[in-house]
């Protein structure tokens, strides 16, 4: 199913210019007058929507400004597209006369500290400022960690994957480099959605009988305009990335020393499409500052179907476009929602006359308080709902990823097992021999865009790529967790898309030497939370560090790379049932004999 999307700026200039409407007070006094003179079965007999039957009433004053249809797309173009005033020779880039640049060491925060800062999230944002039923809300409930894979990325609570350690290195051992990936900022809602999405709603409003009157909390919606883009970032999430630049400088800074040792520059990662680009740079002006040339070099690999590209992989993958995305989670997110937005639907629709709500409807303006939120810095949809609404909208997320990108997916092992290459790769000094899945020679057999044996690597992704690559190390024992069930929220699951691909999600993949330990250690690092990696085998399985020698670790992966067949599970001649029918908790599609057998 896809999702229709709100006009273009074009079809706007040839919409019918909007009515004038009342002011907001004064509409609402006179809705209120009209609904209680007519019955419903009334309306209906008046020709004229209600609003033009408003206007006869409405002072002069009110027809100069125009007010937008309730439920259309409000768009503003900026910049201009041929400003008066743009004289780029009177406003030079470098003037010269920078005064002294003397710099210090670097900062090593992981090594020197004695604790790490957290991340608490949402700065510059305002998160509602009552829920309802607020009276019965846990006085610590923070609405911005129940976003799934909408919330901005946060410190996961201490102990949270199951290991009494925190990021910075355990006694006597020091990091000897950093494999880091990460997500996009907050952006505008995708251009699709299975179930739901944000632009869905407002062709829902504008496609009603022009009878409808909202009240109560309900109310703003009388006077609200859909005023989000699509796919690009927000002011807020090119915030988010320069923040991570910036913290990941503060954190590992120090390991920049083995480029000046070597007289080479890092080659950072990200693809050609306009929020990863984004994302990415807005990184590098966070962990470089402005005078980006000459301290790096941004590898921009393209985004686009038919290129393979292990950031993402699923453009090469038929199968994870037609089997499993949208449609192998969608009965499990709406049986769900089915559950667990009865009250609300019913709180709702008594708050609206003219529309009944469905239960995607409803679904639909819960994600417009995120949606909202991380675009304009605040939105009044949020306040629709209660604590356990929004418990229960983080778990319909869960399950849409579990399904679709997890563990509970047919293809996220083979999607995830490019980028495992390139880290093997990258671990053991050696080139990716057989490309025989996501994995890009072009880009992989050549030193200066591949570089090996490096202190510093980062590349930027999307969440499902986190999430496919998460599947493919097998971390987390999430794999008990499953198969994720949608008629209640399992006690104790430790599968959180909010804690694990939320915007700017940081995976950091630590390197260490520790005197204690003859080999070099690997641990990951997901949002500030240590992993434990006893379900990779061969790592320890109670290490209190999480820490796994390198060796063991390269074993597992390689087993791993030698056993994911990516042209069964992308383009074999498999099928499973959308739901409940079929399951897997590894990522993987049905065996091939399996499959022969028409099982
Ligand atoms: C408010 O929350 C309490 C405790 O969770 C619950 O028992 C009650 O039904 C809720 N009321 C509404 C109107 O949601
Ligand atoms: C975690 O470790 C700290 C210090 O090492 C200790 O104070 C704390 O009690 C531990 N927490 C748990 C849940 O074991
Ligand atoms: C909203 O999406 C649903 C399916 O997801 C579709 O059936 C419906 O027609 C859409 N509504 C509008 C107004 O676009
Ligand atoms: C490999 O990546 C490069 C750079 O993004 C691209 O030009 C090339 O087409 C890709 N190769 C394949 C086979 O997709
Ligand atoms: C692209 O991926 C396909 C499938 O794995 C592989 O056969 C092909 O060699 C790859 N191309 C390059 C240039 O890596
Ligand atoms: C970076 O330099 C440190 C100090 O010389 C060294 O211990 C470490 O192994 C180097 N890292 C890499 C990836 O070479
Ligand atoms: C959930 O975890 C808590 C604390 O670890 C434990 O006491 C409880 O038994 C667990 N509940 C279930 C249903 O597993
Ligand atoms: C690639 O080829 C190797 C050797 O032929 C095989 O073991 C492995 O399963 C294949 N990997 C993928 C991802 O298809």
Sequence with gaps: MSLSKP?????????????????????????????GCLSASLVPLFSSPLTSLILAFSPPIFQSS???????????HYPPPSPTNAYPTLFPSDVGYPGPTPTGAEPALVATAPAYPIHTGAPHLLPPQVLTNHSHSHPDFDIFSHWGNLSPWFSVPPFVFGINSTLDPPNRCRITALHLLHRHGARYPTGSASYGGPANFSARLQSAPPFWAAHGP????????????????????RQQLFDLGVSMRIKY????????????????????????????????????????????QQLITIEAQGFNNTLVPSKTCPNAQSKTRGERALPYVREWAELYLQDA???????????????????TMQQLCPYETIALGYSKFCELFTEEDWRGFDYSVDLNFWYNSAFGSPTARALGVGYIQELVSRLTNTRISVHNSSTNATINDNPSTFPLGQSIYVDATHDTVVLNVLTALNLLNFAADGPLPSDHIPVNRSFKTSHLAPFASNVQFQLLSC?????????????????????VYGCPSDDPHGLCPVSAFVAAQRETIQKTDWAWACHGDWDV???????????????????????
């Design 7 to 35: 006009p273009s700026d074009l079809e706007l200039q040839h919409l019918p210019s909007p009515s004038p409407r009342l002011s907001s007070s004064a509409r609402h006094v006179l809705l209120a007058y009209l609904l």
């Design 66 to 76: 125009p007010v937008p249809r309730p439920g259309s797309t409000d768009v503003h």
């Design 218 to 237: 309900l109310d703003f919606l009388n006077d609200w305009t859909y005023k989000l883009g699509e796919e690009v970032l927000t002011p807020f999430g």
């Design 253 to 296: 800074g120090f390991l920049l020393r083995n480029f000046t040792a070597s007289n080479s520059l890092p080659v950072f990662r990200t693809e050609s499409q306009d929020r990863m680009l984004s994302s990415a740079l807005n990184f590098a002006l966070g962990f470089f500052g402005p005078k980006l040339e000459g301290q790096y």
């Design 345 to 363: 639907r019913a709180r709702l629709n008594s708050q609206i006359e003219g529309i009944e709500l469905s239960i995607e409807d409803v679904y």
């Design 515 to 535: 005197e204690s330990r003859p080999e070099p250690q690997i641990r990951i690092v997901i949002n500030d939370g240590v992993t434990p990696l006893g379900s």
């Design 577 to 599: 049932p959308a739901g409940h029918g079929w399951n897997t908790t590894t990522g993987e599609p049905p065996a091939k004999n399996e499959a022969e057998w028409g099982l």
